[in-house]
């Protein structure tokens, strides 16, 4: 690379205990600006966790999160998560959190930070949030259009089935003009030609937007072909970390997934 | 002269939160529901002993007293369990729901228990809807035998149950595999439920042991105060929720210390305002919501019953 | 002889104060899960408030010296009853006064009490306010300025002076009536708004709603305000109608009726609330009517409508969970969409 590389994103040392069990034990990594990174590992590894951490779920019990917002970096952990999330940093859940009650379409138009008609002084003049609102309903048409299901639009989550639940989970994240996302297990439960098409998304974002992803995932396979660098943890460590085709070859990941 | 007084009704009290508040924190970890109708348990308990106690001509002995307390407060548990809330968990709400039905068990046992009074009143001629001191034959008896005639009678009641049941209950929980499994059911009712063990027979069996052992708060209840009226339970509701929250709906040990303490605060800070400055009883739940506002604030409990990871000391530093 | 007109009334008159706290109440309940078992406390804050301005400030403006005759004695009453016959300007001066002072007082008393209650589950939330509508009914038993147990009268009705008693019922009806109108279009534009979305989203899963960058304590907090506001103008409503209060009338009971009435109507939609308003105010000034009732019945119709309101609303939860009348998604983004849809195929 000749291009010298900016970081978006770095934790230092972070560690997290849940009732005195070590959960994650002095994690360092570091995110470039504008890449796609794996993280991967055995169940049970600690990924989720770190997730948890970024975006303020979870207070780390040592070491810190730095996150580079306009030009300086900052200090996050200890940021409640919707101060984080207003830091243009989205994440998505592993066991997918749609509200229920909500629409499908209701689901991906709720994500946007700061709309105009979330004031209560806005809400009841609607003339004030129309435009903006009829935008963002194009933006996800044209979202649900890209992966063929404009006809769920007005599905509850109830009638949808979990491939498709996971799916808008993970475009409800990329909703968001979010600089930093993180996608726990978007591959899971889809089919391989949706996979595709949601990783060939990703990447289009990525291309024309410059944005950074965070992507955790078990399907290693199609992970490898996306991504421009993996970190590996395990027992809430990291074993390795590199371009993906070091890692595969690693032994010590080898044997972390295959077992003794 | 004040200040004794106020010992014994503070003793009294930690005995009536204890045996109120320790179901109420089994009965949330068994069904994850708020039940606002637990109170109710209290108040029939107290009912079916001053009942009794009429129809037998004022002669009731403790031991028939608590027997029945036991088992109408039991009973009336066990079937707003089977006609309520399992149909409404099969329906899967939300736990406001569950809440909200519960409050409306509350209106009815209530007011179905003033008509009860209202009736008794006219047959009896004798004024239910507030009701005098009971006292226990037996209890009287074995104070005249133990020489302890110069304590008050309630003092020995609340001690002979309050101990009875704490060895029962110590000994059902750790001693038993039936306890056993219901506690187990209690902290994770799937996992049981693989082992084989007959689920809804046991929460039933809960159901009924919560109504009941609450229900012997109101057998001490009559002997102690000298008017039962049936929204008795209203005013215990707010102590006995705030024990079980300083338990975070969890610990019985701390909702245990926690019913003594609130009853300590609450009674000496009640005497102190009422001896300077002729405050009346009913700023009793004032000074328990005090109590729970600063908990809230100071340390939310979050885990059990739901609550958001937010903070609102932050901490931010630039690089 | 019934009096038709005077029923009819009444009734409406209970109706447009109830519906304006059920209203309330399924927009911070059903719609964004603040669980309010202490409406009563906000009900009975607005009454005291406009009962406290109503006959206080009327009588100090009016130069009567209320240390010598304070409100709650006969000769307060008296001097109330004259000034609000003959001073018309000043009764509805000081009375739209007392509205909006109660929306802020109450609004903003909600507003303080989020401040504990906000991180943590329905349950407690549900259990403190509970606990704040029996807590301030100690306070008013204690305070010997409103009257102590026994409360205050001769609250003038604003339009007491117009003489026809039918006629200043039927201005006072119209008054309440847009209020509960305003109400309802505030609710109802919240709703059909983007925050409804999220506020339909905070209740449906709060800390989801959190991570995707919803401040949900604010949120909620703002909400409180509104709905608590309204709650208090509700009872100034109801003190001055009534033209007295006293602790007895703000017990937890009248929370419950306001639970039932959103619940029989579906606590997520208005509509619901204001139909579940009209069947149960209904209900309850049809009861006193049938006095004769309480010749056959060996005890107090009054015990009765609990129990059967509480039977109401056990049932239909039980049967509907969801209530009577469902909400759908609102109807304007439905119908901008399906265009919308339509253009991309
Ligand atoms: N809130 C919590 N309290 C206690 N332990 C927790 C908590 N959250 C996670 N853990 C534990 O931390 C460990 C790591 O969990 P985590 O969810 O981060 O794993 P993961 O790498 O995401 O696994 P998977 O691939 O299965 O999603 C697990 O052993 C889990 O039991
Ligand atoms: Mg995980």
Known sequence: MSKEVRHILATRNVSKYFEGVKVLEKVSITIPEGGIIGLIGPNGSGKTTLFNIITGFHVPSEGEVLYRASNEFIRIDGLNPHEIYRLRIVRTFQLPRLFHSLTVIENLLVTPVGQRGESILNAVRWRTWLEEEKNLVKKALGILAMFNKLEIAFKYPAQLSVADIKLVETLRGLMANARLYLLDEPLAGLDFATARRLLNFIKEIRNSYNVTFIIIEHRIDLLMETVDYVYVLHNGRLLASGKPDEVIQNPDVVKAYVGE | ?319 | MIDITGFLINWLEYFAIYAILAVTLSLESGISGITNFGKVAFFGLGAYLGAIINTYLLLAISGVDVVKAPPYTAEGVIALIEISTLNPALVLGVFTLSILVSFIVTGVFGYLLTYPIIRVGSGFVGFTLLCVGEVLRGIYVNMEFVGGTNGMLGIPQPFIWLGIPMLSGLCYLLLSVTILALTYIVTDRILGSPLGRTLRSIRDDDIAALCLGKDVPKIKSKIFFLTSGFSGVAGTLYACYVSSVNPQMFVTLVTFNVWAMIIIGGSESPIGAIIGALILTLIERILPLIASLNEYLPFTPDYLRPVFIGLIMTIVLIKYPRGLISMKPPKFIKSAVEELIREAS
């Not at chain 2, 009731?60 to 399992?86: D, E, N, Q, R």
């Not at chain 2, 709400?93 to 006219?122: A, D, E, K, P």
Request: positive net charge; aromatic residues 14%.
């Open chain 2, 1 to 319: 002269m004040e200040i004794y007084r106020a010992i014994l009704c503070s003793y009294v009290f930690s005995w009536i939160y204890i045996l109120s508040s320790l179901p109420l924190t089994l009965s949330y970890r068994t069904t994850k529901v708020f039940n606002f109708a637990h109170p109710i348990f209290i108040t029939y308990g107290a009912y079916v002993v001053i009942i009794v106690n009429e129809v037998l001509g004022r002669e009731i002995p403790l031991a028939v007293a608590v027997f029945l307390a036991f088992v109408v407060g039991g009973l009336v548990s066990l079937i707003s369990h089977l006609l309520v809330f399992k149909p409404l968990s099969y329906q899967r709400v939300s736990s406001n729901v569950y809440m909200v039905t519960s409050m409306g068990l509350w209106f009815i046992y209530q007011y179905v228990l003033y008509i009860v009074c209202q009736l008794l009143t006219r047959r009896y001629d004798v004024n239910f809807l507030s009701y005098s001191t009971i006292e226990y034959k037996d209890v009287r008896f074995l104070q005249d035998v133990l020489g302890l005639n110069s304590m008050p009678q309630y003092t020995i009641t609340a001690t002979l149950i309050g101990v009875s049941v704490g060895v029962a209950l110590y000994i059902l929980f750790n001693k038993t595999v039936l306890g056993l499994s219901l506690r187990g059911i209690a902290d994770n009712a799937s996992l049981v439920a693989i082992c084989g063990v007959p689920i809804n027979r046991l929460v039933n069996l809960t159901w009924f042991l919560v109504g009941g052992i609450t229900a012997l708060s109101g057998v001490i209840w009559v002997n102690f105060s000298g008017s039962t009226t049936p929204d008795l339970g209203l005013n215990i509701v707010v102590d006995n929720f705030a024990a079980a929250f300083i338990g975070g709906l969890y610990s019985l040990p701390i909702t245990a210390v926690a019913s003594i303490v609130l009853a300590l605060i609450e009674n000496m800070l009640l005497a102190v305002l009422n001896y300077y400055f002729g405050v009346q009883p009913t700023v009793r739940i004032a000074i328990v919501f005090g109590i729970v506002l600063a908990i809230l604030v100071a340390r939310p409990p979050m885990g059990a019953g739901g609550g958001l990871p937010y903070r609102f000391i932050k901490r931010v530093s630039r690089k």
